[in-house]
């Protein structure tokens, strides 16, 4: 094992996190968990794994599930489609979860990193992940300046961490730490270089470069949307509906929806087309609760207004299947965070 690699998983047996998942060596429970850890961070993940893995205890009970409630047990993590990939994939393997690399990685939303950690992990499969906190703990370390956001960055990384990996039992005891060791020590901002194990042969320190790697080759793009929810009451029961377009959310239930491509006030909102014609009617009472409400996604920043709509019958004219919902059951729903945010600020279930 070379200095690199050793003193990582030095470091590891001393400083390792206690996670649930690292208790067994079965793999659905290792895919479950890093599926969850793909775009969440452990202390947010780690609440949702345990609830998750009661409900679903094995591939059997996931596949048997309704949809609908595995996306209330995922509502709160974001990414939905990763639910909606645990479902599908859980399917397809008719009770038993695959064995080898190859079919690891066809599993729906398993790609090259969370294949190579189960079947490391798992079966002690000689595969080297690399994640967000590889690509950090590398290219500050030797100084790579190739960025991580292409196909050449990616391949090169993907190539030194495979050299980098430990023969035999100690490969997953490497991931594990190298992963760890980019969570818990050299972390994006302020990493604790001055106890740092690699201190002595970290070209970032050396240089005094250490929050320019990763290199990234092109920056992130992020676009504004517009939305304005309706909450349509009648009679003690409420509107929601599923959102089914290959969009943000898809499999969620939201309230009534109109999106505008720019900030449109109240008193102009009702000016839209989108708007039925029973909003506008004199029998809806309108009330606008707030507006404003920023919500950050990756590349998106949601900007809301909220509407209460009270009216006396059901209209048949939405355009869209609708659900109405007794306003007591609406926590049985999966909603997206934006929207639960919004009802609890309201009491609104």
Sequence with gaps: MNIFSEAIVEWYKEYKRDLPWRESSDPYRIWISEIILQQ?????????????????????????????????????????????????????????????????????????????????????????????????VLSRYYGIEEPIDTGHGKKYFAAMAQELLPEGKE??????????????????????????????????????????FPVKSRALTVTERYLHYMYIEVGGEVAVFRRESNDIWKGLYEPFLIETPAACAPENLLNDEKVPSFIRSDKAVMTYLCGGVRH??????????????????????????????????????????????????????
């Design 40 to 136: 969440t961070r452990v202390a947010q993940g780690y609440d949702y794994f345990l609830r998750f893995i009661k409900r679903f205890p094995d591939v059997k009970a996931l596949a048997d599930a309704d949809e609908d409630e595995v996306m209330k047990y995922w509502q709160g993590l974001g990414y939905y489609s990763r639910a909606r990939n645990l479902h599908a994939a859980a399917k397809s393997m008719n009770g038993v979860f695959p064995e080898t690399y190859p079919e690891v990685l066809a599993l729906k939303g398993v790609g090259e990193y969370t294949a190579a950690a189960i079947c490391s992990f798992a079966y002690g499969m000689p595969y080297a992940v690399v994640d967000g906190n590889v690509y950090r």
């Design 296 to 349: 950050q996604l990756t590349h998106r920043t949601l900007i809301c207004d909220f509407y209460k709509v009270e009216l006396a019958d059901k209209p048949d004219d939405f355009g869209r299947s609708v659900c109405w919902v007794k306003k007591e059951e609406l926590s049985n729903y999966a909603f997206p965070r934006l929207v639960v945010m919004l009802f609890e600020k309201f009491g609104l279930w």
């Design 171 to 212: 490969a997953a005891d490497y991931n594990q730490a190298v992963m760890d060791f980019g969570a818990m020590q050299c972390v994006p901002k302020s990493p604790k270089c001055e106890d740092c194990p690699l201190i002595d042969g970290c070209a970032a320190f050396r240089d005094r470069r250490i929050q320019e």
